[in-house]
């Protein structure tokens, strides 16, 4: 049931862009975008509701592809504080509001 | 801004020896969870709690593991008996679980768990 998570990490230079993806094997009703700083607890980025969804607030933006049970989270202009393991968490369809994490994704931008 | 706070922030506890983590959710918050992190590795679910009870538990959450809410405020995860792969940060975390809106879960800062 955990999500898969790709790419595993992520070298930047300032100012370039990333994407990284989210694919899940259930249906999902929800998927839950968090950036952890190493030895902090996860900071909620965006959540995506509805098949289709874009969010994004300055240069992190998320989309939700409800039909193939997959999203990304685009970071663009990466600035050095977006440095951080990324983790998508999913809500399965069916589900008790459980959340479950995949494995994460290492950002490091450098400048 | 309302947060988790949790506490302790850091515990050091010999094996076999039982340990009590508190944590104060949110204020008009109804459903806590607590989730557990091994260094290096990914936040892993261990329960989750809503209207005084149990309302899901993964295969780790095992029987030396309980969850109380003993008053209005706090909510607690007690591990019996630790042994030394419990070491691990344990985070709790809290939501309003409004649909509509979506299920958005806070987390706080986090209690370091060492068995030694």
């Known amino acids: 049931q955990q999500p898969v998570q790709s790419p595993q990490a992520v070298i930047l230079r300032e100012g370039e862009d990333a994407v990284i993806n989210c694919s899940s094997s259930k249906a999902l009703y929800s998927v839950h975008w968090y950036r952890q700083k190493h030895g902090e607890a996860p900071v909620f980025l965006m959540i995506l509701l509805k098949g289709g969804e874009q969010k994004g607030h300055d240069k992190i933006s998320a989309s939700f592809n409800e039909k193939k049970q997959q999203s990304s989270l685009y970071l663009t202009a990466s600035q050095l504080s977006y440095s951080g393991t990324y983790f998508c968490g999913t809500e399965i369809r069916g589900s008790n509001y459980k959340l479950t994490f995949g494995k994460g994704t290492l950002l490091t931008v450098n400048p | 801004e309302p947060e988790v706070t949790q506490t302790p922030s850091h515990q050091v506890t010999q094996m076999g020896q039982e340990v009590i983590l508190r944590c104060v959710p949110i204020s008009n918050h109804l459903y806590f969870y607590w989730y557990r992190q091994i260094l290096g590795q990914k936040v892993e679910f261990l329960v989750s709690?809503?209207?005084?009870?149990?309302?899901?538990k993964s295969e780790i959450f095992d029987d030396q593991f309980s969850v109380e809410r003993p008053d209005g405020s706090n909510f607690t995860l007690k591990i019996r008996s630790t042994k030394l792969e419990d070491s691990a940060m344990y985070f709790c975390?809290?939501?309003?679980?409004?649909?509509?809106?979506?299920?958005?879960?806070?987390f706080g800062e986090g209690s370091w768990l060492t068995v030694v």
């Open positions: 709690f809503y209207n005084n009870e149990i309302s899901e």
């Open positions: 975390a809290s939501s309003d679980r409004i649909r509509s809106s979506g299920n958005t879960i806070y």
